[in-house]
């Protein structure tokens, strides 16, 4: 059963920077592209950050240049660094694991606010 469990989401002040980060389970990790999406109140949920089995990223132009989406294929983990917050960036983020051949999973969310 695949599971995705995120953590490291909390409260920050502007400027600030948090580590998230998603524990995958039940999955060969290392054939998963792997993404950030992030939920704002009243709003969709759309892609922050992703990251290939080649490990080529992309970043959403709000996010290019604070954020940073890695992953460690050993730890079955996949990590986003955000610096430089805003109060735009506060929203539920989600762990999402994607094969090629179309098998997905999400994580439950964790809750960044970014408020002063």
């Known amino acids: 059963q695949v599971q995705l469990v995120e953590s490291g989401g909390g409260l920050v002040q502007p400027g600030g920077s948090l580590r998230l980060s998603c524990v995958a389970s039940?999955?060969?990790?290392?054939?998963?592209?792997m993404a950030w999406y992030r939920q704002a109140p009243g709003k969709q949920r759309v892609v922050a950050a992703s990251?290939?089995?080649?490990?080529?990223?992309f970043y959403a132009p709000s996010v290019k240049g604070r954020f940073i989406i890695s992953r460690d294929n050993a730890k079955n983990t996949v990590y986003l660094q955000m610096n430089s917050l805003k109060p735009d960036d506060t929203a539920v983020y989600y762990c999402?694991?994607?094969?090629?051949?179309?098998?997905?999973?999400w994580g439950q969310g964790t809750q960044v606010t970014v408020s002063s």
């Open positions: 999402y694991a994607r094969t090629d051949y179309g098998s997905s999973s």
């Open positions: 039940g999955i060969s990790f290392s054939i998963y592209n």
């Open positions: 990251i290939s089995t080649f490990s080529t990223t």
